[in-house]
């Protein structure tokens, strides 16, 4: 297509899923022949992006940007930084690219980038939002004040406005009095053959029982202690399974605490921080994701597009996944008793699941493609 495409980076987090969905768009872009830029600050946790966004063909420009997560009054400084403002702006002039890009975590995120490329007048200006943050904020502190000065601010810098997942859509248009129609544009993710090496585990796990299984951060917002507490409802209900959570975070004691306690001996395992995570998808039977709030997981498009049976609760993302996978369940609510009867179903119905997957497999990766996303966020930024 010959054009030139800057992205900018939220630069919010050295292992964050927003980061990894700039490498896939950048992917896709270079696939539809766009010469794509990426603006990212020169914070040393943002390393590992560039070399893996460069190696994916992209030009990229470092300078000295502060994300939100640096800034005690959040989006309040970011709104009034001026010269961080006129940064951006001066990168997007230098650049000349027929479209911008920003990249927004959630409502708060990102205003001063947004700002700082309308500023500069050089192209069609777009944001993708992934999680808005908005259906509880008045319960947060000074949710009811930030609400107010977000409306304002939404209303004097309107631009394409893409959201990630039919929930999350809604829950911004819900908040906000946006000044034009927002855009909707799921994900797409490459689905690389998994490496045929074995994963290591316990070595104890020799008969065959069913693995259900979760890869990712362990944080507050992936709700792990319910996927835990789900699991361990289905034990006692006679279903026998093991648990195997791929990754690691700050929850990890804490969990580990409870399945000492509660859990079978030899019935669990915690692989801490993977290099590779999705060379354990190849052990799994059920993914199982119960998150408090999402935009629409990579992990869960990555594990349901390898052909793997999942149960979920209902965050945003969750419908517009299973309505292209009958291997997918949503839990009627988030408690561990509606999770674990959805576990005991799928296990149940293994065979069939994954019957289905095996016939379905190819038209939901053909849909979560890195092409199709990279091909609807040019038109949402009105470049086709």
Avoid at 196 to 225: C, M, R, Y
Avoid at 296 to 307: K, M, T
Avoid at 312 to 340: C, K, L, M, Q
Avoid at 360 to 381: C, D, P, W
Wanted: hydrophobic residues 40%; neutral net charge; proline residues 6%.
């Amino acid at each position: 297509m010959n054009k030139r495409i800057l992205l900018i980076s939220s630069n919010s987090s050295g292992r964050g899923g927003g980061e990894r969905y700039l490498v896939y768009l950048t992917q896709g872009l270079c696939l539809l022949g766009c010469e794509v830029c990426v603006l990212l600050s020169n914070v040393s946790y943002m390393n590992n992006w560039a070399k893996l966004l460069s190696e994916e063909g992209a030009h990229i420009q470092r300078v000295n940007l502060r994300g939100l997560r640096s800034r005690p009054l959040r989006f309040v400084q970011s709104i009034l930084d001026k010269n961080q403002q006129f940064a951006v702006a001066k990168v997007c002039k230098q650049i000349e690219p027929d479209a911008i890009l920003i990249n927004q975590q959630y409502d708060e995120d990102g205003l001063d980038y947004v700002a700082g490329a309308l500023m500069s007048q050089v192209a069609p200006v777009g944001g993708t939002m992934h999680m808005p943050m908005t259906a509880n904020k008045h319960q947060r502190p000074l949710g009811n004040l930030r609400s107010k000065l977000l409306h304002r601010w939404y209303e004097k810098h309107p631009y394409s406005l893409i959201l990630v997942s039919k929930g999350s859509q809604k829950e911004f248009e819900n908040h906000y009095n946006y000044p034009r129609p927002t855009k909707l544009v799921n994900y797409g993710c490459p689905f690389p053959d998994i490496l045929a090496s074995h994963p290591p585990l316990p070595e104890t796990w020799v008969d065959p029982l069913p693995i259900i299984g979760f890869s990712g951060q362990l944080v507050f917002q992936k709700n792990l202690q319910l996927l835990v507490d789900a699991w361990l409802w289905s034990i006692q209900q006679g279903i026998q399974s093991r648990l195997l959570l791929i990754g690691d975070g700050p929850e990890r004691n804490k969990l580990t605490k409870r399945l000492h306690e509660q859990a079978p001996e030899n019935r669990w395992h915690i692989t801490g921080w993977q290099e590779h995570p999705e060379t354990y998808l190849s052990v799994l039977d059920i993914y199982a994701m119960t998150s408090h709030f999402e935009g629409l997981p990579l992990a869960l498009i990555e594990a349901v597009g390898r052909g793997i049976p999942a149960v979920v609760t209902n965050f945003n993302g969750a419908s517009d996944v299973a309505e292209r996978a009958s291997w997918v369940s949503i839990a009627t609510n988030a408690s561990p008793e509606s999770v674990g009867q959805a576990l005991i179903q799928s296990i149940n119905q293994l065979p069939w699941l994954k019957q289905q997957a095996r016939h379905g497999q190819q038209e939901f990766q053909k849909y979560f493609s890195i092409e199709r996303m990279a091909q609807e966020t040019l038109v949402a930024l009105s470049l086709t």
